[in-house]
């Protein structure tokens, strides 16, 4: 007997593992390893995904394996063997693992309803079934479902035989088709119809002469829209038999409508010559190497990796770019797709569902050699990668938060070493474990220290703002800032100005009693939006609309707190009426293709001013911007993490690099009440080494990364006490096994945002040096308390490497 192994979709520990099922004969010939299948799974119907094949015997109780769902597999064998890795690495379940790998459009959703057993059962049923019926054969098991009268009638009638329970289970990808007209019969044929066709019927004729220009067929659209034909001159010669028309699959394609030049590799310079020697020497050798690319911004890094993947391409095989948010997104897809055409997929968010499916299908049919996207494009099915490039590989967003909790670049290497292929992490201000790798030789470092044509970097002015405030400068620009802006506006040149903000004001608080609104459901205050009147949580979604009155003491006088985007853009209109603003921040790029118009505007010179977030840090390129300024360079300083000066000099560093990038000479203004600390003073003389060696300094006083590995264990129930208790049993559980020195656990504490979604959390903080101790460790955690997990609404969340603490 021929047997699969199948991972089914019920993300649950006790499911977590693989189940036999028989293949049947009428399937043999068809069923591969990675196709998605139907299987029965206890009394209901699951969706599955095929693992492994094997000859077998048949034994009591096995079931078959009812319906393929995919003529072909949708998971190479190298994507199964990596969800493998990603179950054990990572303490996930195997089915979500998988799911992370494909595209929201393919995600299983699922369906019971009641059918009727033959034509006189409903016959036999009682009254209120015989109406809910009402002469069909089925119902959706919704409709009963909350009506206890009527699930008892069900159960009698499915005892007595007459009805069934069904289940089945769909998928969400739908291909897009559209109607085309094919010329079916020789020019010879219609030539002669032309001449029997009287003169007073223009269309027809027109009709005629149009198909003898077209070589075989065209969308239908082409003669509705274009041509002007109607829908009777088409269907005439439908019957005819001089076209027919017929259903096409076509792809939804987000850069349908835009143009792009073609482009030729760019001379390089001497030290980005020898950076694509050594990829390139390393993909002829099919040896799979991690470089990390430290090249300044503005240093040409994108070119490099251009003439890098062209060497892949060359050779037959393909590539993976990786960016790291939506915003860099559009103009990295301009460099590639004028490059290389239409050999490249796009993968990112900004897609809709139905555009990501289709860009996924070209990648399994072979169809594109390169693919650029964010995080979830490294899952992309390629099957013979031949170079994966991580662009900003420093990015937090290369982080899944969400399980399967993977960082992009652990899969990128996994994926390197399954392909002999190199890796590339490029970046202007790389991870500092990153960058320590390198020293160690783990990685291999290449550098790029100066821009291309020796062009300068940006003059940097630091402004410390407890001097602008006992000038009584109450504004969000210093007067320095103001000066530059203004002598930017006049010479009609660009200006960049970042906020690590969003919404109008961060809370709002009453005067006279000190009362903050907060959310519901979290502990913490909502944020203000002036665009809609809206107070909103940025972790569980609530809002509310703005009440004008205090609703504790009722008192008029409440006041704004703390500084958004929105803010910011009134004090811009306010200073520099004359400016043309774009801002660029989660509430303006929520809809599809915001991204994408508000760039190509700033980008055509419609504004004067780009303000914006962190999206607006990296990665973008425009001749004209002359001036950034960071208007507060505090706000991801003093947030409780380790990273925390980490991340301001990156987001100096980047955002100052958005200035200077090509013929007019850069300058950035950077405001802060922390003008001397040292990730700051660091990034206003960009020099990185001297920040990592201060960095590194207070990491091996702390023991944190890369000195130490760290797991953040979060523990949360919808009862503060239950929360709490479970957490000091899981640290003393912990405690007690021997575990060798190199171990520090901290806590438990109540998190940073102590409530979320009405769930109570508490956290505990391990430090370690070897994983093979921890994982264990960490398993047994899970199994111990899964019947709480199941039945008592206990969440544990284990998350190795954390990206945050909050």
């Not at 494909?102 to 033959?118: D, E, N, R, V």
């Not at 949580?537 to 704004?560: A, F, L, M, N, V």
């Not at 919808?718 to 559980?733: G, T």
Request: hydrophobic share 35%; net charge positive; proline share 4%.
């Amino acid at each position: 007997m021929i047997l699969a192994n199948v991972v089914v979709d019920v993300p649950a520990f006790a499911t977590d593992k693989e189940y036999t099922y028989l293949i049947p004969i009428k399937y043999l010939e068809t069923i591969e390893i990675g196709q998605r299948v139907i299987v029965p799974f206890g009394p209901t119907k699951k969706l599955g995904y095929i693992t492994s094949i094997k000859d077998g015997e048949k034994f009591e109780g096995i079931k078959e394996i009812e319906e393929i769902i995919d003529v072909n597999p949708v998971i190479t064998r190298e994507l199964i063997h990596l969800s493998e890795w990603m179950k054990n690495k990572l303490l996930c379940y195997s089915v979500t693992a998988l799911q992370a790998m494909l595209p929201a459009a393919m995600k299983a959703t699922y369906t019971k309803s009641i059918c009727l057993l033959g034509d006189e059962a409903v016959e036999h049923l009682g009254n209120n079934l015989k109406r809910i019926f009402n002469g069909k054969t089925s119902i959706d098991f919704n409709v009963i479902k909350h009506d206890g009268t009527l699930l008892k009638e069900i159960k009698d009638a499915v005892k007595d035989g007459y009805v069934e329970v069904v289940y089945s289970v769909k998928g969400k990808e739908r291909v897009k088709t559209d109607k085309y007209v094919e010329k079916i019969c020789d020019d010879g044929i219609i030539l002669q119809i032309i001449d029997e066709i009287p003169k007073a019927s223009k269309s027809k004729k027109k009709f005629l002469d149009v198909l003898l220009e077209i070589e075989k067929s065209k969308p239908l659209s082409f003669f509705l829209k274009d041509l002007k034909f109607n829908r009777e001159t088409i269907k005439y010669f439908e019957k005819k038999n001089i076209i027919s028309i017929y259903e096409k699959e076509i792809y939804r394609d987000h850069y349908n409508n835009t143009k792009f030049v073609k482009s030729e590799p760019l001379e390089l310079s001497l030290d980005q010559d020898k950076v694509v020697n050594d990829i390139v020497s390393s993909i002829k050798q099919e040896k799979h190497e991690t470089f990390l690319l430290h090249g300044v911004t503005g240093s040409g890094k994108t070119e490099i990796y251009l003439q890098s993947i062209l060497e892949v391409i060359s050779r037959g095989k393909e590539a993976i770019v990786l960016v790291p948010e939506i915003s860099l997104t559009p103009q990295m897809v301009k460099r590639f797709k004028s490059r290389f055409s239409n050999q490249v997929a796009v993968l990112h968010s900004g897609l809709s569902i139905g555009e990501k499916y289709d860009e996924w299908r070209k990648i399994l049919r072979k169809e594109v050699k390169v693919v650029v996207g964010a995080r979830s494009a490294i899952f992309a099915p390629f099957e013979n990668l031949g170079l994966i490039i991580i662009d900003e590989e420093h990015e937090g967003t290369y982080k899944q938060e969400d399980q399967p909790k993977y960082h992009t670049r652990d899969v990128a290497i996994y994926r390197g070493n399954f392909n002999n292929c190199p890796v590339v992490l490029g970046s202007a201000t790389p991870a500092i474990e990153t960058y320590a790798r390198a020293l160690k030789g783990v990685y291999k470092l290449l550098e790029l220290k100066t821009r291309v044509k020796q062009q300068q970097m940006p003059e940097v002015h630091v402004v410390d703002l407890r001097e602008e405030l006992k000038d009584k400068n109450l504004s969000p620009f210093s007067r320095l800032l103001h000066e530059k802006i203004e002598d930017r506006l006049k010479k009609g040149e660009q200006i960049v100005l970042l906020l690590n903000r969003r919404g109008f004001s961060n809370f709002i608080m009453c005067r006279e009693c000190g009362f903050v609104q907060q959310c519901p459901n979290c502990d913490v205050s909502l944020t203000y939006h002036k665009v809609n009147e809206k107070l909103k949580c940025h972790y569980c979604g609530y809002d509310e609309t703005r009440q004008h009155r205090c609703p504790d003491c009722h008192s008029k006088h409440i006041r704004y707190f703390g500084t958004g985007t929105q803010k910011i853009e009134e004090e811009l209109n306010k200073y520099f009426p004359e400016a043309k603003v774009i801002r660029m921040d989660v509430d303006t790029t929520s809809k599809k293709g915001s991204h994408e118009k508000l760039l190509t505007a700033f980008e055509n010179e419609e504004a004067d001013i780009l303000l914006g977030t962190q999206m607006i840090a990296k990665g973008l390129d425009f001749p004209k911007v002359s001036l950034v300024g960071i208007l507060s360079a505090d706000s991801t300083l003093h947030i409780p993490d380790y990273k925390s000066a980490e991340r301001t000099y990156q987001l100096i560093t980047q955002v100052s690099g958005r200035a200077g990038r090509h013929e007019i000479p850069g300058e950035v203004v950077i405001q802060t009440y922390t003008s001397d600390h040292y990730s700051i003073l660091s990034a206003c003389k960009n020099n990185y080494l001297e920040f990592f060696n201060n960095e590194m300094w207070n990491r091996k006083q702390g023991n944190y990364p890369p000195y130490f590995n760290l797991c953040l264990i979060n523990i949360s129930h919808s009862e503060n006490q239950i929360a709490q208790s479970y957490a000091h049993k899981i640290v003393n559980f912990i405690k007690s096994q021997n575990i060798n020195n190199n171990f520090i656990i901290l806590g438990p504490v109540v998190s940073p945002i102590s409530r979320i979604q009405n769930k109570f959390r508490y956290q505990c903080l391990i430090k370690y040096k070897e994983e093979k101790q921890i994982v264990p460790v960490l398993k047994n955690i899970i199994d111990l308390n899964q019947k709480e997990i199941t039945t008592r609404g206990l969440s544990i969340n284990i998350d190795l490497h954390p990206n945050t603490f909050m």
